[in-house]
């Protein structure tokens, strides 16, 4: 039994502005004409259904190079569909996904903003600089390979920028690079890695005049999924707050560090509420900072007072709040404790959004160090000690940066020093996937995960409300002591073709009480619960010998199939697929319909005129069908045919066919026509007339030729090139002349490229 099932590279654009509604184009494969749609968390709605998009946009780009050419590569189909984002929509992520009779992608990432967005009106060729107003959020994408995007502003002396990218954080695979040119036209900043991988550039304006930020990856690799959100604000943005925290229902002076912030103190008042966090928006100038997120606490805090000032060693447990200011730099806290007293000390920085790479010591008062610790955990850079002081004494916490050539405002933490409390019996569950795809007739694993704490290390029993007919479940215990499980799942022949939300939940007994809680996924926005698909076969495959040739490019290819139909007796649509395991080359192919009961076919396929000669293609097809359930259900299916047998194996040879033009350079004078002399050369299987055609990118204008056919004993001909009266271009790429001749009935191509330049006398 075989099922494609979808899956999903982007969604674009990747966010948008509450209070909007956004038109999306979700870029998938095996989504087919229609699937759903779904989009989660508050003040969110999406279309139910995605349609096939009337195109896909697709640029070719630069020529893949050996051995990039033979890695492979997706061509996802672009699938239409809105979003609605309510004006009080919580700012941040939200989480969609797209499901089809064959399974469900797990949720990916849509962004609220709170600023204007555009998105990128994309086109072929070198990128043009785009003018925006500020604030902004732009949706764009580096598409195709080596693509640079560049956006333009009006920024004024002295005035505050701050440019972030979010693309990495959101799943999109560009490792972006931002650079800020002036307007003189040099670079003023440059980053790469701001936040994580994601680029963040601040700087101030050092004249008026036009600025460029200008985006890429670093490996200036680039396709459809290489999304990505800008925003350029003009605003107050805050990069660091001390203290990070304070205790609940106090008044609290916070310095805040950023760009355009009108006073360096703010007073804030901490709520009183059972919640671990608080945040809060600043006001400067009338305008609104980014949301910031406080520690609250119980305890007493003390904030890191100038070096010579002398405080009373405070009795323990408190909260001491400071920052690493300056690289080298060492903080001191000492404080008084009893013989017999037990504290952990536990310092917070990076779980705050802190830079500080902490290492904290212990000290008696002769300057002997009784504990350290570096790393709370391997993925986990903040502190953590526990130790109990033998006599009555002052002791001295020591907190440092581990790389001493580090410090700055932006490396506080806070440093919790309070006796163990001894937790209650208790657990957590998680999955660490969001969704299930379980085919008809097999079994799949998913693991649960239990996190425990005080002593519940009893057996924990999963129960799966809303399960299906025709699902069963196995292996639903966490044994003692143990962490996780694999859930074994069943679907029979009968089970219904749907998604269905499950509600896990676990049940462990500690002594007479029974506690009980609900899986969720880890990673915020947490989900609470599981969808699983139940995914139909593809009953039929399509099957080829295994063979290779030699292909000319620019040439018409035939390959012939059968097809094993697994009892399916319907018609069959054949295309390229969606998922190939190499670079195409530039090879397209059309749709192919195999009648109901047929079981052979020949498809074609078009190889591209610029194709390198000597290297190797493998084009794979998929077949596509519509499976009536028992229940009277339909369902669209697909086979892809991936095996070495199955795959259209060519190695390219040079044309017979090839054209050439000159000059390779016209000037683009409006009203007047340019003639482009074009020689055309023929190989021995080429014998008839032959047709020349401009090709023109589509958003190119004022600009036309006539098409021209030269008779079999013609080998040179003018085209005329026609500019128009009114507005040209933009010509920021090579315009194409391809001939096309006439083999067996197949269309046989090549082409040569000249370039449009702009007349300077006349603009």
């Known amino acids: 039994m075989h099922a494609d099932p979808p899956s999903v590279s982007y969604i674009f654009p990747a966010g948008g502005q509450r209070g909007t509604s956004v038109a ?81 992608i ?4 849509f962004v609220i903003g709170e600023f204007p967005e555009i998105v990128e009106k994309e086109i072929d060729g070198q990128p043009l600089p785009t003018p925006v107003e500020l604030p902004v959020t732009i949706n764009g994408r580096i598409f195709p390979r080596e693509d640079v995007d560049t956006w333009t502003f009006a ?82 943005v805050i990069n660091d707050v001390f203290p990070l925290g304070g205790r609940r229902g106090e008044t609290v002076s916070v310095e805040l560090n950023g760009v355009n912030i009108a006073s360096p103190i703010a007073t804030l008042q901490l709520p009183t509420t059972a919640e671990g966090t608080y945040t809060h928006q600043f006001a400067s100038d009338g305008k609104t900072t980014n949301p910031i997120t406080f520690e609250l606490s119980d305890l007493p805090e003390f904030i890191e007072q100038p070096s010579d000032s002398r405080i009373e060693p405070p009795a323990l447990p408190a909260v001491f709040n400071g920052r690493i200011q300056t690289a080298g730099e060492t903080d001191r806290w000492t404080f008084r404790a009893g013989p017999g007293q037990e504290f952990i000390f536990d310092l917070r920085a990076s779980r705050l959004g802190s830079r500080l790479d902490s290492v904290l010591s212990l000290e008696d008062s002769n300057g002997t160090v009784l504990a350290e610790n570096d790393n709370l955990a391997a993925d986990q850079t903040d502190s953590q000690l526990r130790y109990t002081s033998p006599t009555e004494g002052i002791y001295t916490a020591v907190i440092r940066e581990r790389t001493p050539r580090r410090g700055g405002a932006g490396f506080a933490y806070r440093l919790h020093v309070a006796p163990p409390v001894e937790a209650a019996p208790d657990f957590q569950l998680q999955f660490p996937a969001d969704s299930l795809t379980l085919v008809r007739s097999t079994e799949a694993a998913f693991k649960v995960t239990a996190l425990r704490s005080g002593g519940c290390d009893g057996p924990i029993e999963l129960s799966f409300a809303d399960l299906p007919a025709g699902v069963t479940v196995s292996e639903t215990t966490i044994a003692a002591n143990k962490s996780e499980t694999q859930v074994k799942f069943k679907a029979d022949d009968t089970a219904k073709i749907d998604v269905h939300r499950l509600t896990v939940t676990g049940s462990c007994k500690v002594g007479q009480q029974t506690i009980q809680r609900q899986a969720a996924t880890p990673e915020a926005p947490v989900l609470d619960h599981l969808l699983l698909a139940v995914a139909m076969p593809t009953p039929f495959k399509v099957i080829g010998a295994f063979e290779t040739n030699y292909v000319s490019r620019g040439a018409t290819y035939f390959r012939h199939y059968t097809l094993d139909r697994g009892g399916f007796e319907g018609p069959l649509t054949i295309s390229l697929a969606d998922r190939q395991i190499r670079h195409l080359q530039g090879v397209t192919g059309p749709e192919v319909i195999v009648p109901a009961g047929e079981t052979e076919f020949d498809y074609n396929i078009k190889l591209a005129p610029w194709m390198q000669p000597a290297r190797t293609a493998r084009i794979v097809v998929m077949a596509v069908g519509v499976v009536t359930d028992s229940d009277g259900t339909q369902h669209k299916v697909c086979y892809t045919s991936n095996t070495a047998n199955d795959q259209i194996i060519m190695m390219v040879a040079t044309g017979e066919l090839s054209v050439d033009v000159s000059p390779k350079s016209l000037l683009a004078t409006r009203g007047k026509t340019s003639p482009l002399k074009v020689k055309i050369g023929r190989g021995q299987s080429i014998s008839g007339p032959i047709t020349l055609q401009l090709i023109l990118p589509a958003h190119v204008r004022g600009i036309t030729a006539e098409k021209v056919t030269l008779p079999a004993d013609i080998e040179e001909v003018e085209l005329p090139i026609q500019f128009a009266d009114d507005a040209l271009g933009p010509f920021n790429m090579r315009l194409r002349v391809r001939a096309t001749a006439r083999v067996d009935g197949q269309p046989y191509t090549a082409e040569d490229q000249f370039e449009i330049l702009p007349d300077r006398a006349r603009q």
């Open 155 to 236: 920024g004024k002396a002295g005035h505050g920028y701050t440019c972030e990218v979010m693309a990495a954080r959101i799943g999109s695979p560009l490792d972006s690079r931002l650079e800020i040119i002036g307007p003189e036209g040099r670079p003023i900043a440059e980053n790469v890695d701001g936040k994580g991988t994601d680029s963040l550039v601040q700087f101030t304006a050092p004249r008026d005049g036009e600025y460029q930020v200008k985006i890429h990856d670093i490996n200036f690799a680039g396709l459809q999924h290489y999304v990505y959100r800008l925003t350029i604000n003009d605003g107050p």
């Open 106 to 109: 797990p949720t990916m990432k």
């Open 24 to 104: 999306v184009h979700v870029g998938g494969h095996y989504l087919h004409e229609v699937c759903p749609f779904e989009i989660l968390g508050p003040g969110v709605k999406a279309t139910p259904l995605l349609h096939r998009a009337p195109h896909t946009t697709w640029f070719e780009g630069p020529l893949v190079p050996k051995p990039y050419s033979s890695k492979s590569e997706d061509y996802p189909k672009d699938q239409a569909g809105a979003v609605s984002i309510a004006p009080d929509a919580p700012l941040g992520l939200r989480r969609y996904r797209v499901w089809t009779s064959q399974g469900v």
